[in-house]
Every structure is written in C-alpha cells, then in structure tokens.
C-alpha cells in the first residue's frame, strides 16, 4: 500500500526530541525521506539511527533554529540531499524550566529567560519558515507545519513568555498561510496538549495529577499521537487545509 508521503522530502527541527523522533519516525514510514535537525548532533543521529534501522531513509544535521546561518544549512543541506523540500515541520522548542523560569509569574522573569524562550518558540519558526517559504514556492509548493501548543490558546499561569510565543506562532502560521496560497504552499500548527516528552516530566512530576483532573481523557497524550496528525498535514490529504491550528490535546480546549 502506499504511503501517506512517498517521494516526499520532509525537514524536522527539534528532531531529537520528544515529538520531533516520533514525528521523523512516522515520516519514514509513510515514505517520506527525513532530516533531523536538533542543535543536539547526538539526539539528531539517535533519530536517524531509529529511523534507518526501521528501514527508513534519514539524515542528520545538528543547528540551533535560532541562528539564520544554521537554519539556512539546514534547509540548503536538505535540498542538496534530497533534491528539493516538500515539507517543513518547525518544531524545536522549549518549556520555562530550560530557562530557570520555572513556576515564575510574569513579572518575576528575567530578561534574559523572556528573549531566549521568544528567540527559539518563535523567532526560531520565523527563521525557519524564511528559508523555507522561498524554496517551497521555486519549486511550486509545499506544506509547513508549525508546533503551536494549547498554550497558543489560552493563557496559562507562570508560562508567560512561552505563551506569548506559541500565541505568535499561530500569528506567524495563518499570516503566512495567506501569502503564500498562491504559491500552492499550506501552512499550519498542531497544537499539542500534554505529551509525555522530557520536556514535561517535571512539571508533570509537580502538579501532573492537578493537570490531568483538568483533560478529558485523564491521561497525557504521548507524541505519536501529535505525530499522526502532522503527517496528515504534510500529505496532500490535507489539500485544502490552511492557516489552521489543530489541537490534539485529549479534548483540554473543549472545555
Ligand atoms: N510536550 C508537550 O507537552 C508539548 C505541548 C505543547 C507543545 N509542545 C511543543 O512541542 C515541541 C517539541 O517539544 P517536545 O515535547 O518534543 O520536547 P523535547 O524537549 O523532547 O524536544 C525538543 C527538541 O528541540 C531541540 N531544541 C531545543 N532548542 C533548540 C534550538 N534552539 N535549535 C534546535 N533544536 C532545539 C531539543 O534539543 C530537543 O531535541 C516544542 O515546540 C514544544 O514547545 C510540547
């Protein structure tokens, strides 16, 4: 049978973590050809290990997303792979206790926390999307995903900053999505609710039962679960499909 994204080319950045793997991993299967980047070389060559020994096709390239030389690498590095890029899923990020900001209210972050979580959550897709959007339309289209969060949704206390960003990425993802219709390029974000990924195990370990009461399902989701639907929106099942957020959130938004 075939696959969701045979022939496709897909670039994952945040490609050694937690949904970026298991995102890369469902590429694979659905006959995509994969990057992996991650500004971790190692976890970007643990995917493509993961990959290449479930009989997928994957490389590596290590780069952090929020210095436009390395996504430029990135993005020149795919093309020049794999002869073109079809899809983009800008996915790298990070959570507040990656900047000491843990627990902390919106006047009680530090200036330097505030700019490193908007420079990788969200100046971080923009530079993606810069050298992606460009290639996309040369060769006639494309599809980009964007990691939103339910966090793009709604406010959530002592997450200040990455709420901001993720409500921007969203602001990036539909303005994008209008300008670049004509250039047959979709662009959208999945917004994950709680996945069970490193970047959650400590908040999870705080107050995981205090969150959980709040989702419907009761339980995390776990990020193949984000995986199964950003391959839906690279493929071209989704053709009509723009300037949307979906979340995948065990029904918390519904609330
Ligand atoms: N886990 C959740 O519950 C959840 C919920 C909503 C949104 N998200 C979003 O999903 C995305 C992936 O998160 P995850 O849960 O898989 O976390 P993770 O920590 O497992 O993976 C994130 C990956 O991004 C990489 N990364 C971090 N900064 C980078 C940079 N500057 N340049 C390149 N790579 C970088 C890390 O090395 C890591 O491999 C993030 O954008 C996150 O905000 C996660």
């Not at 049978?1 to 995102?23: E, Q």
């Not at 694979?28 to 009989?55: C, F, H, K, W, Y």
Request: net charge negative; hydrophobic share 45%.
């Amino acid at each position: 049978m075939a696959g969701l994204l045979d022939g496709k080319s897909v670039l994952i950045t945040g490609g050694g973590g937690g949904i970026g793997r298991a995102t890369a991993l469902a590429c694979a299967r659905e006959g995509a050809r994969v990057a992996v980047a991650d500004v971790s070389a190692e976890a970007a060559r643990e995917t493509v290990a993961q990959v290449n020994s479930a009989g997928g096709q994957a490389i590596s390239f290590s780069g952090d997303v929020t210095h436009d030389t390395d996504v430029r690498a990135m993005v020149e590095g795919v093309v020049g792979a794999y002869g073109r890029l079809d899809c983009a899923f800008n996915n790298a990020g990070i959570a507040g206790w990656q900047v000491e900001a843990a627990g902390k209210k919106t006047a009680e972050w530090s200036e330097e926390a505030f700019d490193r979580m908007i420079a990788v959550n969200l100046k971080g897709v923009w530079l993606c999307m810069r050298h992606e959007l460009p290639q996309m339309q040369a060769q006639g289209g494309g599809s980009i995903v964007n990691t939103g969060s339910i966090a793009g949704l709604v406010g959530l206390p002592t997450s200040s900053a990455y709420v901001a960003a993720k409500h921007g990425v969203l602001g990036l993802t539909k303005t994008a999505a209008i300008e670049y219709a004509e250039a047959h390029i979709r662009v959208n974000a999945v917004c994950p609710g709680y996945i069970k990924t490193r970047m959650t195990e400590e908040t999870m370990r705080r107050r995981g039962e205090a969150i959980l009461a709040q989702v419907p399902f009761h339980r995390m989701g776990s990020p193949n679960e984000i995986a199964e639907m950003v391959v839906w929106l690279c493929s071209d099942r989704a053709s009509y499909v723009s300037g949307a957020a979906y979340n995948v959130d065990g029904g918390w938004m519904a609330i």
